[in-house]
């Protein structure tokens, strides 16, 4: 399985990553960073735990709200 080279959200090359709290894209490390500080991220964090804890290893995430999309830095119009 091949994983992306470019992050999804703010377009920098991505030497490591790891998968979004809210939805199921795959991010960079500064991303990934930047979502810690969002509106939705302990509910976002909470949410994922409970659903893998219940065996859903499959769970697509809480989605991003208009708070956590307008709290990003990057670029409006990515595809959060």
């Known amino acids: 399985m ?14 490591s990553w790891s998968v979004s709290y809210f939805n ?11 979502e810690r ?9 909470e949410t994922e735990s409970a659903q893998v804890l219940a065996g859903n290893l499959n769970y697509e995430g809480v989605g991003l709200s208009s708070e956590d999309y307008d709290s990003s830095p990057f670029e409006r119009g990515l595809p959060f």
């Open 37 to 45: 500080q969002f509106p939705g991220y302990t509910v976002a964090l």
């Open 24 to 34: 199921t894209q795959e991010i960079g490390t500064t991303c990934k960073t930047e």
């Open 2 to 15: 091949m994983h992306p080279t470019t992050c999804p959200r703010c377009s920098s090359d991505m030497r």
